[in-house]
């Protein structure tokens, strides 16, 4: 079993930024990507970013390309994600999770764990 912990969220005004963090426990020794989504209140999950295991590819959603950066450090089982120029569009709950195979993909349906989510709110 794999646990994650997402940290970092908040409420920021727009244009400001954020840094989350996602704390992985448990069964970590594996190739896994990794990737970051995001739920809007009344929307379905959305895809936010990915990364491969060694980091040599990454993966973003056109809405945060050029704003978000996603990284790890394997060492530390800990996945980042650096937002900047939020906006209120940006508003969520952000979870985590890692993929079941070591190919980034935008499908939640190849991530196989997922962290129970942290709130950004982003005002005006």
């Known amino acids: 079993q794999v646990q994650l912990v997402e940290s970092g969220g908040g409420l920021v005004q727009a244009g400001g930024s954020l840094r989350l963090s996602c704390a992985a426990s448990?069964?970590?020794?594996?190739?896994?990507?990794m990737g970051w989504f995001r739920q809007a209140p009344g929307k379905e999950r959305e895809f936010v970013a990915a990364?491969?295991?060694?980091?040599?590819?990454?993966y973003y959603a056109d809405s945060v390309k050029g704003r978000f950066t996603i990284s790890r450090d394997n060492a530390k089982n800990t996945m980042y994600l650096q937002m900047n120029s939020l906006t209120p569009e940006d508003t969520a709950i952000y979870y985590c999770?890692?993929?079941?195979?070591?190919?980034?993909?935008?499908?939640?349906?190849?991530?196989?764990?997922w962290g129970q989510g942290t709130q950004v709110t982003v005002s005006s």
């Open positions: 999770a890692r993929g079941s195979t070591k190919y980034i993909s935008g499908s939640p349906d190849l991530y196989e764990y």
């Open positions: 448990g069964r970590t020794f594996s190739s896994d990507a």
């Open positions: 990364i491969s295991w060694s980091s040599d590819r990454i």
